[in-house]
């Protein structure tokens, strides 16, 4: 077999390879992240050219830094973009409405809270489950730092939120995804973030004053986009953005219990 052979087969494996799929990157924050992560599989399914990933958050910062710094072309937000974050051209488009609920451990035996019981747990003015109709026991508060976005929304749509000062008694969670797993993993925990059907198998999501995260009259939600600079997507980041705001990602969006927005 000639040397000149061999060399055309392996170029042709590496361009082969090069062309099975290219990888795309949506980085920033946690919420919506296993839904993001859902709509990436299917569309993944239906252009195997292309790979979409959706890895773990580094907040909406961190995405709005990296796609500010061309570092990622598409990222993902939680929060509105301040005016020198726009005059970077950083543009926003958004994709969904996610409920911010309230999670609790399923030993301490509470499934529901008034809005006024909520705000006094986290200012640790209660800090027994027996005390709102739980059992004996330490409630655990896992806060998030203030920049989050979930407790943003909070502090401005949950009665008694707007002025409250957080209990130093808690622990600090610096990702949705710590928040869940804490609250999943130690008894009389109690935590909040962005809804998704998938909390409600391992914990008890909360009613706050009767509603639950989904209802109508539910006080709080987030607002998810996607983010990228003004006239610098790429066209297989087009296609993914579209593919979002398809009938296809709109009914993923609406089964993972969030709300599309056209």
Not at 51 to 77: E, Y
Not at 135 to 159: G, H, N, Y
Not at 212 to 218: G, T, V
Request: aromatic share 6%.
């Amino acid at each position: 077999m000639s040397k000149r052979f061999v060399f055309v087969v392996l170029a042709a494996c590496v361009l082969s390879r090069g062309a099975i799929a290219s990888e795309l990157e949506v980085v920033g924050t946690g919420d919506g992240m296993e839904l993001l992560q859902a709509i990436a599989t299917a569309y993944n399914a239906q252009n195997p050219d292309s790979t979409i990933v959706i890895p773990p958050s580094i907040g909406s910062g961190g995405g709005i830094a990296a796609v500010g710094a061309d570092r990622n072309v598409l990222g993902r937000v939680a929060r509105p973009l301040t005016d020198k974050e726009k005059a970077q051209g950083l543009v926003t488009t958004p994709i969904m409405r996610i409920p911010s609920a309230i999670y609790v451990h399923r030993g301490a035996g509470v499934t529901a809270l008034t809005s006024d019981q909520l705000a006094k747990i986290y200012s640790g003015d209660i800090d027994n489950w027996k005390d709102v109709g739980g059992k004996d026991m330490r409630i655990k508060v896992v806060r998030r730092e203030e920049a989050d976005s979930t407790l943003s929304v909070l502090r401005v749509s949950m009665p008694g939120w707007k002025e409250i000062k957080l209990t130093q008694r808690s622990k600090l969670a610096m990702t949705t995804q710590e928040s869940i797993e804490t609250v999943k993993d130690v008894e009389g925990a109690i935590g909040f973030g962005p809804y998704s059907r998938a909390l409600e198998q391992t914990m008890s999501v909360i009613r706050i004053d009767g509603k639950h995260p989904l209802d109508e009259e539910y006080p709080s939600a987030v607002t998810v986009s996607l983010l990228y600079k003004d006239g610098s997507l790429t066209p297989e980041a087009e296609r993914f953005v579209k593919y979002v705001h398809s009938t296809k990602g709109r009914d993923l969006t609406s089964n993972w219990g969030a709300i599309p927005i056209f």
